[in-house]
């Protein structure tokens, strides 16, 4: 299925979105959405490619997670996350 398809069926009825009154804009809480923005180009469920940087579990560092395009449709084995670590490597 395309993006576009995909985002056409989930825009106005995912899990994630967030609407408040006297807000025009919706926000977006999904995994993968780096801005939290409702829009399809800064979607994470929809598209192929997708990267998301999220705290360490350690005190130090963060943890980078990104979508293999191969596997977009095996949702179990998708994702792949690498923690980095601030300073210099030994």
């Given amino acids: 299925m395309s993006a576009h ?12 979105l967030v609407k408040k009154r006297n807000i025009k804009k919706h926000f977006s809480t999904e995994p993968h959405n ?8 800064y979607n994470g ?10 705290p360490a579990d350690s005190l130090h560092g ?18 792949v996350s690498r923690t980095m670590k601030s300073g210099p490597r030994v």
């Fill in 5 to 16: 398809l995909s985002w056409m069926i989930i825009r106005n009825t995912n899990s994630y």
């Fill in 45 to 54: 469920l929809v598209h192929k490619k997708s990267v998301d940087i999220s």
């Fill in 34 to 41: 780096l801005l939290n923005l409702a829009s399809f180009r």
């Fill in 62 to 79: 963060f943890k980078l997670t990104w979508k293999k395009a191969k596997a977009a449709h095996k949702p179990g084995s998708c994702y």
